[in-house]
């Protein structure tokens, strides 16, 4: 793994492929590098006439935009290996809760440092981290990552004011502060009204999980059934709540926080008109096929999200149902569930697209005047099944990244 500071000498990056993502891959391409932005993108043999500076040569590696994580919970890392499916969403939540309690600061702590450099040599230089503490601040702060912390918040009773959540934000031009609320039936109807008028405000993308378990489609129903018994037992039910009888995708449109800045994660128990909402108000679903298939709660259907001209990106959850942090390992799943979907575009979901979520133009492709966060890898992938190749030798793909730190 290697990183190459920003410098003002400039750099010709050469490789044997380069993949622009805004255009078809280039063969002994190359990407002049100047001061830490992208300068010029074209074939190897044009650039190099004009150019004065020092040359990168990458020999047979293929260089793309370094990879997206938009979805995961770093203070979760701790929990790796340490819980197992049990048929029941809502069965998981709950030793989710218990064995979360039985680890220290320092130990959370370490396991996220410990995450943190496993994204790094997935080639994940982007990262949405979703936290309730803020255990992570400190370390996404130091980290070379760019990205924004969701501080998320779980109030079904609606007690809590929005100015408490608020404390902690560091836009410090690498990392940004938003919000999350955590589910349509854990924080109350008013509340996500709230922390959405809040991040429209500030221009910022707010993060949401919808439509991941057939409990949470039930609960929002008819107001019953095991989500509604959790909430009791955590002393979060509100007793004038009345459940909408809508999807949780209509509900939220009804509370009106759904637009091209909300990213809905996982996306899983949807209907069609679920889709055709979803498409109208142009949201952003971010997709964790590895978390669902561990929770047994199904997968999204990608193909019709696409052909609704949705624009999903991608995300890992956490290591509490997930065991690794691996963006190539959620399009390799996704890639063998939806053969009929074309390769290129899980490379789309995992760049462009979550470029695209975070309202980043400067990230997620190879173009001048973007930000040139590069990733390199080594793959026998060639010619017109380039991507193809790619999704189907994961194994021998080795990560090094080229990131202006």
């Known amino acids: 793994m290697e990183a190459f500071p920003i410098s003002l000498t400039p750099h010709l990056f050469r490789a044997r492929y380069v993949l622009p993502m805004k255009a078809s891959p280039i063969e002994d391409g190359a990407v002049l590098v100047r001061g830490g932005r992208i300068v010029e993108v074209g074939p190897y043999r044009l650039l190099k006439k004009t150019f004065s500076g020092k040359t990168v040569d990458l020999s047979d590696l293929i260089l793309l935009p370094v990879l997206f994580n938009l979805h995961t919970h770093l203070e979760l890392s701790v929990l790796r290996f340490r819980l197992t499916p049990s048929g029941s969403f809502i069965s998981w939540v709950k030793a989710l809760i218990r064995k979360r309690a039985e680890f220290s600061i320092e130990e959370t702590q370490k396991a996220a440092t410990q995450a943190l450099k496993e994204l790094w040599r997935e080639g994940i230089g ?52 938003s919000l999350s609320p955590h589910t349509p039936y854990t924080v109350s109807p008013l509340l996500i009204q709230a922390i959405k008028s809040w991040t429209r405000r500030a221009g910022l993308p707010l993060s949401i999980h919808v439509a991941e378990s057939p409990e949470e489609i039930l609960f929002l129903k008819d107001g019953s059934g095991p989500i509604r018994f959790l909430l009791e037992e955590r002393g979060q039910w509100h007793a004038g709540f009345r459940a909408p009888g ?160």
């Open 246 to 405: 809508l999807s949780p995708v209509a509900y939220l449109e009804r509370l009106g926080v759904l637009d091209e800045k909300t990213i809905c994660v996982h996306v899983v128990q949807i209907s069609d008109q679920d889709i055709e909402t979803l498409s109208r108000h142009r949201v952003r679903p971010c997709l964790c096929p590895r978390s669902n298939i561990f929770l047994g709660v199904g997968l999204p259907p990608l193909p019709k999200l696409l052909r609704a001209g949705l624009k999903p990106c991608l995300g890992t959850d956490s290591l509490a149902s997930n065991d690794r942090l691996s963006i190539f390992a959620e399009m390799e799943a996704l890639y063998h569930a939806y053969p009929e979907v074309s390769p290129e575009i899980f490379f789309l979901m995992a760049t462009l697209w979550g470029a695209e979520a975070l309202g980043r133009s400067d990230l997620g492709g190879l173009f001048p005047g973007a930000r040139a966060e590069m990733l390199a890898l080594r793959s026998p992938a060639t010619g017109k099944d380039l991507y193809r190749s790619l999704l189907e030798n994961p194994k021998k793909i080795e990560v090094r990244l080229y990131v202006d730190l």
């Open 126 to 177: 982007i990262v949405g981290d979703i936290g309730n503490t803020g255990l992570t601040l400190p370390l996404l702060r130091e980290s070379p990552f760019i990205g924004i912390y969701f501080r998320e918040i779980i109030d079904f009773r609606g007690k809590n004011e929005l100015k408490n959540f608020l404390k902690g934000s560091f836009p410090n031009g690498r990392f940004l502060y």
